[in-house]
T-cell receptor, first 113, second 112 residues
Framework: DQQVKQNSPSLSVQEGRISILNCDYT??????FLWYKKYPAEGPTFLIS?????DKNEDGRFTVFLNKSAKHLSLHIVPSQPGDSAVYFC????????????FGAGTRLFVKA | KAGVTQTPRYLIKTRGQQVTLSCSPI?????VSWYQQTPGQGLQFLFE???????NKGNFPGRFSGRQFSNSRSEMNVSTLELGDSALYLC???????????FGQGTRLTVV
C-alpha cells in the first residue's frame, strides 16, 4: 500500500525555467509534509516542509503547495539551476505516538544548461 | 554539531549470513529511523526507535530487527541474508515531532 505517490519517475527542465514536482497521498492522518533532495551515494537532505494548517510555504527558490482536499502537494523550483539535478523525495508524517515518515518513490530532476 | 554517522559505508555479504549496521544520531536526538532504498522503490520504512523502544515498524519480515541503546545509538540486524536485501540502508535521526529528519550517508549492502 503506497501511501505517498510520486507518479513521475523523471522530469527534464531547461535552466532558468520552473520545475514542478508532484506528490499525492492517501492517508488523511498525515499532518506534516516534507521534500528531500538526494544525490547519488549520499543520504537525503531536507529541503522544505509544510504543516497541514498551511497551504503554501516558501524558502528562496523553493515553494511547496498543499491541497488537502485533493491530498496533493507540489514543489516548485524557480528558477531551476543545473545544480538542482537530483532525486527529489516527497514525504509525509503523522505523529501517532511515533515519528513514522513515509516516503514516495522519488522523481529524478534533470536541469539542462 | 556532528551529523548522523553510519558504519560501515560499504559491506559485501554472502547469502545466508547475517549483518549488523550501526547508526549514531545527532547529539540530543532520541528518535532513530531506518529505511531501505532500492532502485525504483524509494525509501521503504523499516522501523523507528525512541528511548530504546521500537515505536513503529514497517512491512518487513522478521529477519530485519533493530535496537537502540541508552546513548541513542542504534543498530539494525538482518539475518539469513537474501540477494534481494542488497540495498542502501539509511538511518535518520530527529529531535522533535513534525520536524525534519537528518539522514546519514547510508550503508551500501551487497549480498552475493
Amino acid at each position: 500500500d503506497q501511501q505517498v505517490k510520486q507518479n513521475s519517475p523523471s522530469l527534464s527542465v531547461q535552466e532558468g525555467r520552473i520545475s514542478i514536482l508532484n506528490c499525492d497521498y492517501t492517508n488523511s492522518m498525515f499532518d506534516y509534509f516534507l521534500w528531500y533532495k538526494k544525490y547519488p551515494a549520499e543520504g537525503p537532505t531536507f529541503l522544505i516542509s509544510i504543516s497541514s494548517i498551511k497551504d503554501k510555504n516558501e524558502d528562496g527558490r523553493f515553494t511547496v503547495f498543499l491541497n488537502k482536499s485533493a491530498k496533493h502537494l507540489s514543489l516548485h523550483i524557480v528558477p531551476s539551476q543545473p545544480g538542482d539535478s537530483a532525486v527529489y523525495f516527497c514525504a509525509a508524517s503523522a505523529d501517532t505516538g511515533g515519528f513514522k515518515t513515509i516516503f514516495g518513490a522519488g522523481t529524478r530532476l534533470f536541469v539542462k544548461a | 554539531k556532528a551529523g548522523v554517522t553510519q558504519t560501515p559505508r560499504y559491506l559485501i555479504k554472502t547469502r545466508g549470513q547475517q549483518v549488523t549496521l550501526s547508526c549514531s544520531p545527532i547529539s540530543g536526538h532520541r528518535s532513530v529511523s531506518w529505511y531501505q532504498q532500492t532502485p525504483g522503490q524509494g525509501l521503504q520504512f523499516l522501523f523507528e526507535y525512541f528511548s530504546e523502544t521500537q515505536r513503529n515498524k514497517g512491512n518487513f519480515p522478521g529477519r530485519f530487527s533493530g535496537r537502540q541503546f541508552s546513548n541513542s545509538r542504534s543498530e539494525m540486524n538482518v539475518s539469513t541474508l537474501e540477494l534481494g536485501d542488497s540495498a542502501l540502508y539509511l538511518c535518520a535521526s530527529r529531535g522533535h515531532a513534525n520536524t525534519e529528519a537528518f539522514f546519514g550517508q547510508g550503508t551500501r549492502l551487497t549480498v552475493v
